[in-house]
């Protein structure tokens, strides 16, 4: 089915954009129109988490979600909620259970045995908006928190969760639909649960980057925005149609963004740093 950027060849161009650049055009169009995301559950708190900053608050953490799907909202995006699922107290974080572009869907494998069995209910629901639902398959693993696209190109990370075969056939699965990709190993990487805990993609070029991933082959002929030291929580952020979705209490790269002419819209996201959480962890943008 067509994706939500799809430019159809037969349109009409009025006279008066004839002489502006065509990225100044795409730019106010908009690439994603829903997301999915799925509300916390009360055991949340049972979920995984590699950091020691304490147990998160469950009625904090909702009045964060809340935040956070507002501010979806407000980028322009229908969301399609899903319920709590407290089977899987990492739940909230569907970010990690498929890879949706404009042209396909991937269903992944997650890398914690715990959290296998969330796909299931997202590819019930992907099933609704995608007319074809590719899968990554054991023994292949990976998380979508390890999968950056960068236009038409996805940089995948090797890491704790995702392993070489499933990067493998996930490179498999998008070069079918026209996309290109490349590996990044990210193991033995400090503080690195996922390639995107380090990276985001901010558009126009320009790629925002923790001083760990800063020296990457694969990041060469990009404009990079480097992330200050103590703010490396920040790197994880969202470029949503017109706005960047940023966390709250880094204002050294909050400084930078505005700099660079971005809107942002802050949020604050400590519950869910607690639980390895960051903000491109708890939606689904197509």
Known sequence: MPGPFTVQLSLVIPPCFILLPLSFILARMPMFSKAIVRVPGENFADGL???????????????????????????????IELEPDARYPDSTF???????TERCAVITQPGAPSRGGEIVSMAATLSKYYDKLDAVEPPGTIDGGDVC????????????????????QLSAYLGAWGFTSSHVDIRGTAGLLH?????????ENRVLVTEALAGEKQLEGFELVNVPA???YAANCIRVNDHVVFAAGFPTLRNKLDDLGYNVIELDMSEFQKMDGGLSCLSLRF
């Open 49 to 79: 988490t590699s950091v020691d900053l304490g147990v998160p608050d469950f009625e904090t953490a909702l009045v964060q979600h809340r935040a956070y799907c507002e501010a979806l909202v407000r980028c322009g995006l229908s969301l």
């Open 94 to 100: 569907v970010e990690d259970t498929a890879i949706l």
């Open 149 to 168: 696209q960068i236009e038409n190109h996805f940089l995948i990370g090797i890491s704790e969760r995702t392993n070489e075969a499933g990067a493998r």
């Open 195 to 203: 390639l995107k805990s380090g990276i985001s993609y901010l558009g």
């Open 230 to 232: 103590g703010e490396a």
